[in-house]
């Protein structure tokens, strides 16, 4: 489906463009069309605000950037990359953009709104999930991944504050700065200076400045661990410390962990991304979903489930 295709108006004449995802004529959004309420997540460049449309009554998280900020520390590439990648992306894991619109001074990403807010806030009331819990939560993130790594792109930065919950507490992944489109049929880690958040970094990214499909696997293998143990894998005081124990692969399994969860942490945390569980050079997604962790799951119907309480 065309987004953001230029259509003629059939009386003025003048283009006009249709809605993001839809092929309904809509003229563009403004501040205006909306009642803004209370500010839900804030980056070092954007804040997200809650906002109602007047007209509908359908809320939205809408992701406010201000250009002159953008401009002075060179995040354009970054705003367009994110700005792409969402209006690649059409699956029910991810947030969804609806619309953008500017006025002089900044930039509106109208997102789907993420009710129940993040699952790093779940992990911390609750110490950790039990086994069923983190089965789910765990398989919904394995299936988004299929999706966006499907697709050539990888998130970069995938972590429990970048993972919302929505009305239904399914998952929406988010944040999508930092996220990679591959070029055609790249299936090697590619050198890129980014560096995402210090305790889901893959150990590739911090020996070879590389990132690649098996970055985002490691990355949830990182997220298996914390759901099941209450903690990162990784965790230390300073990040240079966190780095040491990645690169040296310095992983203690507690004791009373699942013995399911350790054997399959223990095949994503592996240092050679064509090691891991999950890696194209190692099968793919099929094996990831076959292990023994993730008996009992219908991977087809996850989103239409009823999701374990989180307790
Ligand atoms: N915080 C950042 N993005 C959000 C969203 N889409 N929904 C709810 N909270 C958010």
């Keep these: 489906i065309p987004v953001q295709q230029a259509t003629a108006n059939p009386e003025t004449g003048e283009a006009i463009e249709t809605s993001e995802q839809s092929n309904t004529i809509a003229t563009k959004k403004k501040p205006g069309d909306f009642h803004f309420g209370k500010i839900i997540g804030s980056g070092s460049y954007s804040e997200v605000v809650l906002a109602q449309e007047k007209c509908s009554g359908k809320e939205f998280a809408i992701k406010i950037l201000e250009k002159s900020h953008i401009i002075k520390y060179k995040k354009v590439p970054t705003v367009t990359r994110e700005k792409e990648v969402l209006q690649k992306l059409d699956h029910p894991f ?40 983190t089965q789910f939560y765990s398989a919904e993130i394995v299936v988004a991944l299929e999706y966006m790594h499907s697709l050539g792109m990888i998130h970069r930065d995938l972590k429990p504050e970048n993972i919302l919950l929505g009305a239904d507490m399914h998952i929406l992944i988010t944040d999508f700065g930092t996220a990679k489109i591959l070029d055609e049929g ?78 399959l942490v223990t095949k994503l945390l592996v240092l050679d991304p064509t090691k891991r569980l999950g890696s194209e050079n190692f099968g793919g997604y099929e094996p990831l979903k076959m292990h023994d962790f993730y008996q009992g799951i219908n991977w087809e119907q996850l989103h239409k489930m009823e999701p374990p309480l989180i307790q």
């Design 94 to 133: 991810f947030v969804r953009l609806f619309f953008t619109f500017q006025d002089k001074e900044r930039l509106y990403f109208g997102l789907t709104y993420a009710k129940k807010g993040e699952l790093l806030h779940y992990i911390k009331r609750v110490g950790c999930f039990d086994i069923l819990a």
């Design 186 to 263: 790249q299936k090697d880690c590619k050198a890129n200076s980014f560096v995402g958040t210090a305790e889901y970094v893959s150990p590739e990214l911090l020996t070879a400045k590389s990132a690649c499909k098996a970055s985002d696997i490691w990355a949830l293998g990182c997220i298996v661990y914390q759901l099941l143990a209450g903690k990162p894998p990784f965790h230390a005081t300073t990040e240079y410390l966190v780095f040491q124990r990645i690169t040296k692969l310095d992983l203690n399994i507690p004791g009373g962990f699942p013995e399911k969860g350790s054997d």
